[in-house]
T-cell receptor, first 111, second 115 residues
Framework: DAKTTQPPSMDCAEGRAANLPCNHS???????VYWYRQIHSQGPQYIIH???NNETNEMASLIITEDRKSSTLILPHATLRDTAVYYC????????????FGQGTRLTINP | EPEVTQTPSHQVTQMGQEVILRCVPI?????FYWYRQILGQKVEFLVS????????KSEIFDDQFSVERPDGSNFTLKIRSTKLEDSAMYFC?????????????FGPGTRLTVT
């Protein structure tokens, strides 16, 4: 079973920042937080991951609380193409560890 | 930018027939995976493959399923005798062996329809 809890759906206006929360209160010390998204029926797309420090890349920022029990994915200027299901996944970073997907958050960007 | 490719994009087969789904992972990646997604449901892990052997498999991956890396580029999933409940999107993924990363890159999927 997925070790994370996410709201089932969220809306955001185009051009605004989308903040997607995730709870992972049982995360262990050697588990990272990964975010993926799935646009319609396409293959999941890697967004970002982190351990305890905040991370930023060209797609998004990841804010992890100090106790690591929750995190927030931030899409700074959401566009219509960001409409997708976003998955927060905790995973050990060794080798061939599988990804366990939950239901994710269905993010809708409105014009 | 390199990407995972999958063929065919859509496969229709009759119940009881064998199907082979093909994937070409990103060329320097070492870990390979198959996932599936039944319409309207979660993405589910099937199997992971490393160093020419299965690393882990789920309960879904029973004796009807097999994987193979027949050459240096292809990675295949075979379903020996398809059932109606095998109808799903099948995604192949690969990941590099890089310290502190191991992010998985997914292909576009093969839609399998069993009639």
């Amino acid at each position: 079973d997925a070790k994370t809890t996410q709201p089932p759906s969220m809306d955001c206006a185009e051009g605004r920042a989308a903040n997607l929360p995730c709870n992972h209160s049982t995360i262990s010390g050697n588990e990272y937080v990964y975010w993926y998204r799935q646009i319609h029926s396409q293959g999941p797309q890697y967004i970002i991951h982190g351990l305890k420090n905040n991370e930023t890349n060209e797609m998004a920022s990841l804010i992890i609380t100090e106790d690591r029990k929750s995190s927030t994915l931030i899409l700074p200027h959401a566009t219509l193409r960001d409409t997708a299901v976003y998955y927060c996944i905790v995973r050990e970073i060794q080798g061939a560890q599988k990804l366990v997907f939950g239901q994710g958050t269905r993010l809708t960007i409105n014009p | 930018e390199p990407e995972v490719t999958q063929t065919p994009s859509h496969q229709v087969t009759q119940m009881g027939q064998e199907v082979i789904l093909r994937c070409v992972p990103i060329s320097n990646h070492l870990y390979f995976y198959w996932y599936r997604q039944i319409l309207g449901q979660k993405v589910e892990f099937l199997v992971s493959f490393y160093n020419n052997e299965i690393s882990e498999k789920s309960e879904i991956f029973d004796d009807q399923f097999s994987v193979e890396r027949p050459d240096g580029s292809n990675f295949t999933l075979k379903i020996r005798s398809t059932k109606l409940e095998d109808s799903a999107m099948y995604f192949c993924a690969s990941s590099p062996r890089q310290f502190r990363t191991y992010e998985q890159y997914f292909g576009p999927g093969t839609r399998l329809t069993v009639t």
